[in-house]
């Protein structure tokens, strides 16, 4: 297992810059995920590691093998990096068969046909395909064609390994099922795995860590739990969470002793001290970390429900105060009407405040 | 931002130092670039530098001018080959009759055939006329034929006395002679070509027509207009660009064919430019066939040009969504049986009639005698007789036709492969490299080939390898030049064909077999050319096909130690062995039907569509 280290990496195409000075390092055996919306330069990354594009400038390292410097004038092709990478669409060969697509690789590196055909059932067997093996893939559904992809790559037996949105093809039930999987192969292989998606769930179910991308550049690194709860930016606080966190704009100010956001119809506490030149100020709010009440609640925010979406174990609600909408998360099935009172309050510790420029999270 | 502001000066040096290694390195990860500079190199020495090479020869004295400039130095630059062709004395037979008669006969011909040629493909595709699968098939069998069958069938029927040899069958039947201007020269040529080229007209109108949304036209019929109003200006104006495309392209290979206008127009001094030009060069005036080559390839360019113009200006007409497309037939009610027989007895003159005079002829004991006592196997397996036709033997006995027959074969297959080949590395050169200034130059390249008139490149083959160049040894005379010369002549339409396998082939599937470790020959051999290999045989079948048919290319090239089977017919009729011409053309159009009817099989039809970029 081998750290990877990603130093001033840029990538341009054209005018177009991809990726712009990155540096990433991916602890051994870690099961790194990069999130972020479409063209925001993830997958790009992940070529770059496995040597299918080329960066301008910058280091690429494995543990001590330099793969990739511009510096030193050293390009190690992909064929000699030893890496499994799973495409989206699995790039299975559909002119061979299943056995075939997992074995080739093998045939060339000239191994013994005993150990190729151990490693071909193992791994057939761990993704459930044996008596599949002599089908060809135009003849496997979808979910089998991606088990044969993740064959492939058991087979491989690398310590490195690079997933590009590989769930994506899949219809919502066997993509649950299958994130465990990949998981656990992580696990099994004692890999050191990068994960490529735009889907959060995936992103926070699967990671140790969790690196957002928006616009070829990092916006953040951390824990799933860092980066749900602990934002360092607008851009990440936005992004994650299903429902959208609750943005609310308002301007610090004094009220009865203690320091609040003052956004109008509504009063924010902050619970720590605010750096002494912060003003305006954005808040986000997640939608489950509201308090809400259908009774009346002495000091609690009245608010006039406007939507309903139960989504069987939640429910989501809308509601507005005046001037602001906001939008809650509550537990279990909720049958209300659309006008009736709802009395919330928040929690100042789930609360994050940024600010209106450089839209950085004040307290990190 | 250039690299260096991001580092110090002493690293930046050490950069430099570099800067080769790290360059070869980066070119050695894109096996594509370095595929895409050998096909280049390789495709500059066949195509470019044969066509500098003619046009510098044609401004400096070369070693022949010295019979008419005694006090010529010999690589100094002239204008003389310029002022032989254009204002000399001879320029009015050696350029302005035979430009006058190439241009008249590619008017004409364009005319007849485009004309016939739509006319067909819209009663085939868009009415309901009987038998459409038998006449589809059928129509196209002129155009897989050598185009210069129906000159031999005509010559069969209407030759007269004028150049002395044997009868024609017209005399034989009638006892009178048919007139000078019915048995050679503009009139038979002009007819025996567009019965040949409709074909090519019907097969690009007749694309063009299978995609016009008819409910183009039904929209114009609710808003008022009748039938002939909507003929006129819906469905012709959409179909502008393609029969523009078909003028301009009948045009251009009407230009360059040699075939028809050697034997209908020779035997009566009756030249056009591609006659002339092999005149010239039999005549020992090389200058002169490569100026009025280099005129053939400037006309070319030139309408090739403009056809862009034609469809640049207005792009493609054509609608290619799959949803609400329908083509609807238009009834030709009473018309209906009439059209049918009228095209029933087309295809039997263009395609039956034909095969039919040329058999007859092959059978006949004494040439010039066409009764029906008189007929024989002899010119098929009959042993050599020196009474007969100065003792050549029938086909099946005959050394000289079955090496023709070999060769052509061998000719074919060689081109076949090797083009095949060589446009599936320019494919994945042009593809995997797009975008790149390497790879758009190495489709223009390669399409290059597509402008020469077959005659004038044959020629420019003949400037060029006629002496040593560089490593290449002179390769006049030999097969490698054939072989080399269609290989190049059918490269626009095998680069295409690879280009489009190519482009069939994801490129994720080569990427998992790199990061696999499988280096690139092994990519090529396990993956990236057996999933080719489909796309690839239909396009090298076409190229056997049309090289078996091929005359115009290879007629300078040939020599008596290299014959294929066309240039023996055309030896042949040059000998008046009438007999030995019909049966040997009969037995190559057998051939070409056969490997035609392969390709069907291979392709479930489609084949034929391929046709139309020969």
């Known amino acids: 297992m081998e750290e990877i280290h990603l130093t001033g990496i840029r990538k341009s195409y054209g005018k177009e810059v991809a990726v712009r000075h990155l540096d990433l390092t991916i602890a051994p055996g870690a099961f790194l995920t990069i999130l972020g919306p479409s063209g925001c330069g993830k997958t790009t990354t992940l070529r770059l590691i496995a040597g299918l594009e080329e960066p301008e400038m910058g280091e690429i390292r494995f543990g001590d093998r330099v793969v990739f410097s511009r510096r030193e004038g050293v390009i190690v092709p992909p064929e000699r990096r030893n890496l499994g990478l799973i495409f989206q669409s699995y790039a299975l060969w559909p002119h061979m068969t299943v056995e075939r697509n997992i074995t080739l690789a093998l045939k060339e590196q000239h191994l013994n046909s005993r150990e190729i055909s151990e490693r071909l059932e193992a791994a057939l067997e761990k993704v459930q395909m044996t008596p599949y093996q002599f089908r060809y893939p135009s003849e496997l559904s979808g979910g089998q064609q991606q088990r044969v992809a993740v064959a492939r790559l058991i087979a491989s037996r690398s310590s490195i390994l690079l997933m590009d949105e590989p769930l994506s093809n899949l219809d919502a039930k066997l993509r649950t099922e299958m994130r465990g999987e990949l998981k656990r192969l992580h696990l099994d292989l004692e890999a050191t795995t990068i994960y490529v998606t735009h889907d959060q769930i995936e992103a926070l179910t699967l990671s140790d860590i969790v690196v957002v991308m928006d616009q070829g550049e990092i916006k953040q690194q951390g824990t799933p739990y860092d980066i749900y709860h602990h934002p360092e930016n607008l851009f990440v606080a936005d992004f994650i969470g299903d429902p959208r966190v609750n943005r609310i704009a308002g301007t610090i100010r004094q009220k009865n002793g203690a320091i609040g956001l003052d956004c109008g119809d509504l009063w924010l506490p902050i619970a720590k001290d605010p750096p002494p030149n912060a003003r305006d100020l954005i808040a986000t709010v997640r939608p489950e970390s509201i308090k809400v009440s259908t009774e009346a609640k002495e000091d609690w925010l009245k608010v006039t429900l406007e939507s309903v979406q139960p989504t069987g174990a939640d429910t989501i609600l809308q509601a507005r105060s005046e001037n602001t909408s906001i939008t809650m998360l509550q537990p279990g099935f909720i049958r209300m009407d659309i006008g009736d009172p709802l009395w919330i309050d928040f929690d100042a510790e789930s609360l994050n405040f940024f600010d209106v420029d450089s839209e950085a999270n004040l307290f990190n | 931002m250039s690299l260096n502001t991001n580092y110090s000066r002493s690293e930046a040096s050490a950069l430099s130092r570099n800067n080769l290694a790290y360059h070869l390195y980066r070119l050695m990860n894109r096996p594509e670039r370095i595929l895409g500079f050998l096909c280049l190199a390789v495709l500059g020495v066949l195509v470019l530098v044969p066509l500098f090479e003619i046009v510098h020869d044609s401004f400096v004295y070369q070693s022949y001018d010295l019979a008419y400039r005694p006090d010529a130095k010999v690589g100094a630059f002239t204008l003389f080959h310029l002022e032989r062709v254009f204002t000399g004395p001879l320029s009015k037979a050696l350029f302005l009759k035979p430009l006058l008669n190439s241009v008249g006969i590619g ?140 003028v301009v392209l009948t045009f251009i290979r009407i230009l360059g064919t040699f075939g028809t206008p050697a034997l209908l127009g020779l035997p009566v001094r009756f030249y056009t430019f591609s006659t002339q030009i092999y005149a010239s060069l039999n005549a020992r005036n090389s200058g002169d066939a490569y100026v009025l080559a280099l005129v053939l390839i400037v006309m070319a360019i030139t309408f090739i040009w403009i056809n862009s113009r034609i469809i640049g200006i207005r792009k493609s007409f054509v609608t290619l969504t799959g949803k609400g497309f329908r083509q609807r037939e238009i009834g030709l009610g009473a018309w209906r049986w009439p059209a049918t027989i009228a095209v029933a007895a087309f295809v039997a003159v263009t395609v039956l009639l034909p095969l039919l005079i040329l058999l007859w002829e092959s059978l006949v004991i004494t040439p010039g005698e066409y009764s029906l006592q008189g007929l024989t196997a002899h010119f098929w397996v009959g042993e050599s007789d020196t009474d007969i036709a100065y003792g050549e033997p029938g086909i099946v006995h005959s050394p000289g036709i079955l090496t023709a027959l070999w060769n052509s074969i061998k000719l074919g297959v060689l081109a076949a492969v090797c083009n095949g080949l060589f446009g599936l590395m320019v494919g994945y050169a042009a593809v995997r490299g797009r975008g790149t200034l390497l790879s758009r130059w190495l489709e223009g390249v390669a399409f290059a080939p597509y402008i020469f008139p077959s005659i004038a490149l044959g020629a420019i083959y003949i400037g060029m390898f006629s002496t040593p160049w560089g490593p290449l040894p002179a390769l006049y005379g030999t097969f490698t030049i054939l072989v080399l010369i269609t290989v190049v002549k059918n490269l626009p339409f095998t680069s295409r064909t690879g280009i489009a396998a190519m482009l069939q082939i994801d490129k994720s599937l080569e990427e998992t077999a790199r990061v696999q470790g499988i280096g690139w020959f092994r990519r090529m051999a396990k993956i990236v050319i057996p999933m080719s290999t489909s796309g690839l045989i239909a396009g090298m079948l076409l190229t056997f096909i049309t090289t078996m048919r091929e005359l115009s290319l290879i007629i300078l090239l040939l020599s008596p130690a290299n014959m294929v089977l066309t240039g023996l017919i055309f030896n042949y009729n040059e000998q008046d062995m009438t007999q030995h011409s019909g049966a040997v053309t009969l037995l190559l159009v057998m051939i070409i039907v056969g490997v035609n009817l392969l390709v069907r099989v291979f392709t479930g039809g489609a084949g034929l569509s391929g046709l139309r970029s020969t």
């Open chain 2, 107 to 246: 008017v004409c011909v364009t005319i007849l055939g485009v004309g016939i040629g739509s006319g067909l493909a819209w009663l085939l595709v868009r009415t309901d006329i009987r038998f459409k699968g038998v006449f589809g098939a059928l129509v196209v069998v002129p155009y897989m034929m050598p185009s210069w069958v129906l000159a031999l069938a005509w010559l069969s029927l209407f030759k007269n006395d004028r150049i002395g040899g044997t009868e024609g069958m017209f005399t034989s039947f009638f006892g009178v002679q048919p007139p000078d201007w019915v048995s050679y020269g503009f009139f038979p040529i002009v007819i025996c070509l567009a019965l040949h080229y409709f074909a090519y007209g019907y097969l690009l109108m007749s694309g063009a027509l299978a995609t016009v949304d008819s409910e183009l036209e039904e929209a114009g019929a609710i808003c008022g207009l009748n039938r002939r109003q909507r003929l006129w200006r819906i469905t012709l104006p959409l179909l502008l660009p393609a029969l523009g495309s078909a």
